[in-house]
């Protein structure tokens, strides 16, 4: 193994070919002449404005004469071009001639070669002599035939002389053995340009930040992995997870990595590139997240690529998200085929949506398993539905397991749906602790149902939240119930936000007389759950917002909401609309309303019906209505149709 920055430097065994030759000469050979010289270096000061032939030109003739330092600058030129049999003799001659820089690159070559031990030797006599870059490549040798407490000694060497790789070098020997130390050398070696220490030092201040015990009084936003800012699994065919709301601002530890991951992406690291992309789109900056994004994504980082698909796709720009989508696929990004099958399958090209999943599913993302399973479902394929949810759900999908589970119960097979309602429900699914909820519901074991019921409303689930309300409210317990309506209610439940209505209409004093000419009086806070419950379509609260208008005096309000829920079905809010229309003077379409309402089973009514009957005197046909309102009842209602019909009868037959 070789442990390295940003680029191989060094080979175990084998030739070195061309391209590798000049990378690790770029890295390692040591300039001639120069005392504290640093990797990377190159020959003389009088190479930037000389070309290279006439550098070598000069440098030759001088090395003839038995200039030793023309002789070191040479041997590394040559080296650094891959001559490798033209630089050895100069290097050869340089070194026994005692020349530290040409010590260090005749062991480069050696090793290049493949002499290791013979490069070793050589590394340690430039080492000895002060040399950074051979104590840099020393320290590696060792490490690489795994004696690190030399590697750690030759490797410190390097890194206190100011060496930038061999800080990296001996920061990843430290973090390997769990030495806190490494720290210390990696902000080392970022500090002097190193792009991979810079990235792995922001890596683990941002990770000591967001994994540390967080006080009442800690500050700071965790922040994303990088690459997983969105998910296409799990949604349904075209539909695709939502982004959270933005993060605060990073303090602390946390804007330190972020300083950090920023120059090292400034240095062309794409892995530190997508991570900051990740951070300033969950901040909300995300023009600049799509432009390091885009910068990653050009040198190849698949999840780039796949989030700013993401980021295209949300500006609308969906065919341009697609191309990146398919270019991160293509490099087998999992996540970027999900979002291409979702993609296909909202346009309705169900053949290409699968086998975009079935990509992802290749690419080892069991989301595509998942996501084919979704779409068999919707396209009634049953079978073939439960086969991908239990491929997914056996490689520990959630969602799988509680959409199988879904499955069989639908089948009746309400014992094998359990176990993966289970399964689903420990390893964090809402919706399946929910759905156990429902199960248990339904064998009427109210206890281990409302047990569930609550697991899921604490995670948010609204209709978990409002069933708990429900038993509270069935036990007494009207503060628990509030709390749990209120949070159902909040979630968009309407059943929640009328029963919550409910409890608190329950407290309010009774109305006092009506006093001519008093301010009308603002809308209490139950109203207030009504109307909200009422807009969303909730017929017996679109009839309580009715009657309290009318009771404000509000009679065009009234009749809004009556008439909205009549024409939904309700017989009350056909009955109320009835009422308030005869008040009115409208009695034929008061008439028109009762009749509704009669024949949806309202008592009142129908007595209502008998009463106009009798009074226009249709005497049979007010009996008829007599006879359905004794029906339907309450008893109150039955008991006056009752007489009334008596009545009729006696008025027939005088």
Not at 152 to 166: I, P, S
Request: aromatic share 6%; with cysteine; charged share 25%.
């Amino acid at each position: 193994m070789v442990f390295m920055g940003d680029r191989a430097t060094l080979l175990e065994t084998g030739r070195f070919v061309q391209r590798h030759a000049r990378n690790a000469a770029d890295e390692i050979i040591e300039a001639a002449g120069a005392v504290d010289a640093v990797l990377g270096a190159t020959a003389e000061t009088d190479a930037v404005t000389e070309n290279e032939t006439e550098t070598e030109a000069r440098h030759r003739r001088a090395a003839e004469r038995g200039d030793l330092a023309s002789m070191s600058a040479l041997g590394a030129l040559l080296l650094r071009r891959g001559d490798l049999d033209g630089a050895e003799p100069h290097l050869r001659g340089a070194t026994a001639e005692g020349d530290r820089a040409a010590a260090n690159n005749l062991g480069v070559l050696l090793h290049q070669r493949g002499y290791a031990d013979e490069a070793a030797g050589w590394w340690r006599v430039a080492a000895v002599a002060g040399s950074a870059p051979a104590a840099h490549a020393l320290g590696r040798h060792h490490r690489e035939r795994g004696d690190e407490p030399a590697a750690e000694y030759w490797l410190r060497q390097a890194a206190e002389q100011g060496h930038a790789l061999g800080a990296y070098a001996l920061a990843d020997l430290l973090e390997h053995r769990g030495d806190v130390g490494a720290e210390r050398w990696l902000r080392a070696a970022a500090e002097q340009g190193h792009r991979e220490a810079a990235y792995r030092l922001a890596m683990a201040l941002e990770r000591r930040a967001t994994e540390a015990p967080r006080g009442p009084h800690a500050t700071g936003t965790r922040l994303p992995v990088p690459g997983a800012a969105r998910s296409a699994a799990g949604a349904a065919p075209g539909a695709l997870l939502p982004d959270g709301p933005p993060a605060a601002e990073p303090v602390g530890e946390l804007a330190e990595a972020e300083q950090w991951f920023r120059q090292a992406a400034a240095r062309g690291h794409r892995r530190a590139a997508l991570h900051l992309g990740a951070i300033l789109e969950q901040r909300g900056e995300l023009k600049e997240a799509g432009r390091w994004y885009l910068s990653s994504a050009k040198e190849g980082e698949a999840r780039a690529a796949c989030a700013l698909g993401f980021l295209l796709r949300d500006a609308g720009d969906e065919e341009s998200a697609a191309v990146w989508w398919l270019r991160a696929a293509q490099d087998g990004d999992g996540n970027a085929a999900n979002a291409l099958g979702a993609l296909h399958a909202a346009r309705g090209e169900q053949q290409t949506a699968e086998r975009w999943y079935r990509a992802a599913m290749d690419a080892g993302d069991v989301n595509g398993a998942y996501n084919l399973g979704l779409l068999c479902a919707a396209q009634d394929r049953i079978p073939q539905a439960e086969q991908w949810y239990r491929r997914a759900a056996y490689a520990g999908h959630r969602e799988a397991a509680n959409a199988l589970a879904v499955l069989l119960l639908q089948a009746g097979d309400a014992n094998g749906a359990e176990p993966w309602f289970s399964k689903a429900a420990e390893a964090g699914s809402v919706d399946a602790a929910f759905n156990l909820g429902i199960l248990h519901a339904g064998r009427d074991d109210d206890r281990t149902a409302l047990v569930w019921y609550e697991r899921a409303a604490a995670a948010g689930h609204t209709e978990a939240a409002l069933q708990v309300g429900i038993a509270a409210l069935r036990d007494g317990d009207e503060q628990t119930a509030e709390r749990h309506l209120r949070c159902a209610a909040g979630g968009g439940s309407a059943e929640a936000a009328f029963r919550l209505a409910s409890v608190l209409d329950a407290r309010r004093p009774e109305p006092g007389p009506a006093v001519l000419g008093a301010p009308r009086e603002e809308k209490s806070e139950c109203e207030e759950w009504y109307e909200r419950a009422a807009r969303q379509g909730h017929r017996r609260a679109q009839v309580r917002v009715g009657m309290l208008a009318a009771a404000r005096g509000d009679l065009a309000e009234a009749d809004r909401w009556y008439r909205e829920a009549a024409e939904a079905g309700s017989r009350n809010g056909a009955f109320n609309l009835g009422l308030l229309l005869a008040r009115e003077g409208s009695e034929r379409e008061a008439s028109l309303w009762w009749t509704r309402a009669a024949r949806a089973g309202h008592g009142r009514a129908a007595l209502r019906l008998a009463l106009l009957a009798a009074r226009r005197g249709e005497l049979t046909e007010g009996r008829r209505w007599c006879a359905r309102a004794v029906e339907l009842g309450p008893a109150e209602v039955a008991e006056r149709a009752a007489r009334l019909s008596e009545a009729l009868h006696q008025e027939l037959t005088a």
